[in-house]
Nanobody, 125 residues
């Protein structure tokens, strides 16, 4: 079992930066791919970024490529999402998710069995 807790959300202005962090419990974090998803108001949850369990592979949604960076620290059981040049369209609840042990670099929600509660990010224009 993996428990995930996100932090770092808040209200910012367009063009600002924000860093989200996700802390994971348990001893299997370093063997799990991790992902960030978001759910804008009135919309379905969507993929944002993912990182392989070893940290060498990353992929991003086209809408955030070049602005967001996902990283992980397997020694501290954390995965972060650095968000730069934020836009009002980035407003959403952001969720951290953990994949199966030694899983691939997934982009779909159903590939991630463990989820955090989410943290709100609001970007004003």
């Amino acid at each position: 079992q993996v428990q995930l807790v996100e932090s770092g959300g808040g209200l910012v202005q367009a063009g600002d930066s924000l860093r989200l962090s996700c802390a994971a419990s348990g001893r299997t974090f370093s063997s799990r791919p991790m992902g960030w998803f978001r759910q804008p108001p009135g919309q379905e949850r969507e993929f944002v970024a993912a990182i392989s369990w070893g940290g060498e592979a990353r992929n991003y949604a086209d809408s955030v490529k070049g602005r967001f960076t996902i990283s992980r620290d397997n020694g501290r059981n954390t995965v972060d999402l650095q968000m730069n040049s934020l836009k009002p369209d980035d407003t959403a609840v952001y969720y951290c998710a953990a994949g199966p042990q030694y899983g691939g670099n997934y982009r779909t929600q159903r590939s991630f069995p463990y989820w955090g509660q989410g943290t709100q990010v609001t970007v004003s224009s």
